[in-house]
């Protein structure tokens, strides 16, 4: 029907506009940052940790090195923490109780960035300072408070893998004699296995591309960090601090920063995508 | 809006139905009388439901879905590309075999369709819903409750519902599809009443697995096997006399 | 000597059980804080008085203001947007290249970090298409960063909607659109709305996109091509550069509580999504 075709293409057309806003955004971050970085170089770029736009010098090196040190550090609280979550939410937890849970973890995605950032320093940043040594503004302090905030991907993906594990695996291991815990982590984590990896990755994109917070609690030094108790500043940090007043090859620089946060993300977020379409056509419990 | 005359005539033409290439119907042809109560027997899989489905062009969802020959509805094949295919689904009403009511009240479940044709005066709207109420054998049990969900409804209620919703849009043709198959034996036994009387004024087609149904509900009574119409006649001959030597079978072995 | 299974189970779940209540303990935490360092300074005056002397004096009228035209025009493009693809993707086409790749669009964009749509929305919306720091310019940032969610919670609700609905609805005679409109999307509309909530959320959150994109004027804006800071962005400045305290946790608590009534609002649509599909 005539009608039905006109209104069918229309909605295809607002519909391309999600394919169409993310090409868009690759085409405006590499047009602005790619030049940067083949005119100086990409072993300039990537592997030089001086960073002074004022003299022209732009290597990121040492905000690599930060945001991975940060983003490890956020996933081992993350992974504990949302995991162990997830399993007491699908495994050990009665209904009434899980039905409270949840929502609370959803609410603790929902604080603002900012917020976390701003507890983090009045609470953490002297906690670490005066127990542990340092300036407080640290890499461990960036990284508990980014592994709460991505604590709520991994537990609800997490906790959908789980949800996806037959009743039957769960059903027939309890029957052979197991404990609730030895079917846990023999079968239903196995069986959700590329389901976690998915979130964890998930998880990891979401810390890697975290701004506010680590800017207020990881110190933002230039210098490669040594222990954890050390200030450090991340890719994300680099752009939000000095994009203000940035201009000319040192804003070039700061969108060249930019693309390298984008390809690593793309290359994350394709690896999640991928690790969990797995899942339907393996089923098994292996 | 059809008027009230009620005649139809259904003339299917060597129809082949075919679901991505597989034929599910082979080359039928047969007649449906104006007004009568036909009744389609068969095991599964035989092309019943298919069938139906056809005559109101439901099958048209499925996207492997192809056709050869013709289905004429008052001479005119309604599977001509200028036909209006919502007009001939209010003309072609089905009611199928699980009642599915809409989440909505049982004033607004009976509503929807007539809405959907453009009608909006609120007396004629409700007239028509008490009419089909009536029909339907329901008026009593809900006439009181019309605001009330539709899923407060029992089983045989929310079934009679259905038809109560095929029949306010005032079809030439009704199309059942083992419209009992879930309801205890009252409630059968008053969608039979309905249909009963209902047969004065539509044309009735009754997918049936109930062999018994099938013997007291209908005029003429028509076997369907593996997609093929292996017989048509008048229900009590095809009972007792079945010329077919499958009929035959199929009857035995549903009595045996 | 091994301890035995039951043992083992108990000490395990025992630890679980104390990881789950730190982490909501946590919450809790921050909330009591926040709430108790900042309810104190709320005041009617301060939700309607503009702010004085860079905000160590003053209220947040503008910011809430401008909070509000950011991130509810965010929305109000975003959703229609998003909803329309997920009823395409759902009632309009069959699964296949043209419905992957769309998804794949959605997906990746769900991943790129907010401080990248800043980049983005700072280059092509407020210096190409010469929208300046401005609430639009904002707006239409965040309103892309929350599209693939509002795209997958509306697909989700519709969806959910059984498929019998729909041959019903074809039944007694209506065409695609008004199935849609009329079945499918009365159904489906409260899932639909706990997406849209929850987007609210996130945009009224967001501070890295909008710091590069909406500017950070103090002053109440007039139109759409005004800058604004929002409220998130305030209480970054005021905490950050340690301009008043009080001020920084009386704006945190409006917050927090604006976060906390859209996530009840969402929960709340979502218990009367499951009992009406059901």
Known sequence: MKQDKVISAILLIVALSAISGLALITVFIFKEGLPVILRIGGQQFF?????????????????IVGSMVVTVGAMVIGIIFGLGLAIVLTQFSPPGLAAVIKPTIELLAGIPSVVYGFMGVVTLVPLIREHLGGPGLSVLAASVVLGIMVLPTITSISVDALQAVPRLYFEGSIALGATRWQTTYMVMLKAAKSGIVAAVILGMGRAIGE????????????????????????????IALEMGYASGDHRQALFATGVTLF???????????????????????? | MPETKNEAEIQVRGFTARFGGKPALKNLTMDILPRERLAIIGPASSGKTTFLRCL?????????FSHDGQILLHGKDIYEPEVDVAELRRRVGMVYAVPVPLPWTIYDNLVYGLKLAGLRNRTQLEERVE????????????????????????????????????????PEVLILDEPCSGLDPISTHKIEDALDELK?????????????QAARSSDRTAFFLMGELIEIGPTPELFTRPINRRTNEYLVGQFG | MRPSPAVVQRVVVAALWTLAAMTIGVLVFIIIYILAHGLPYLSWGFLTESPESMGRKGGVFPMIVGTLMVAGLAVLIAAPIGVATAIYLTEYTREGKLTAVIRFGADCLSGIPSIIFGLFGFVFFAITLGMGLSVLSGALTLALMVLPTIIRTSEEAIRAVPYAYREVSYGVGSTRWQMVTQVVLRSALPGIGTGVVLSLGRSISETAAVMLTAGSGLQLPHSLLDSSRTLALHFYILSREGISMPNAYATASVLIIAILGLNLLAYWLMRRFVAKVR
């Open chain 2, 56 to 64: 109101n062009r439901l099958n048209d969802l499925y996207h492997g």
């Open chain 2, 131 to 170: 009419a089909a109420l009536k029909g339907a054998f329901l008026w009593d049990e809900v006439k009181d409750r019309l605001r009330e969900p539709a899923h407060n409804l029992s089983g045989g209620q929310q079934q009679r519902l259905c038809l109560a919703r095929v029949l306010v849009l005032e």
């Open chain 1, 211 to 238: 701004t506010m917070a680590v800017i207020m609690v990881a110190g933002n030094s230039l210098k490669l960090p040594h222990s954890i108790l050390d200030p450090v500043r991340t890719l994300t940090s680099n």
């Open chain 1, 47 to 63: 592997l030089s940790s001086k960073w002074e736009p004022s003299t022209g010098h732009f290597g990121i090196f040492s905000m």
């Open chain 1, 263 to 286: 390809v690593i993300i793309m290359v994350l977020n394709s690896i999640a995508l991928a690790v969990s379409r797995f899942r339907p056509q393996r089923g098994g419990v292996r």
């Open chain 2, 200 to 212: 004065a004024r539509h044309t009735i087609v009754l997918v049936t697995n109930n062999i018994k």
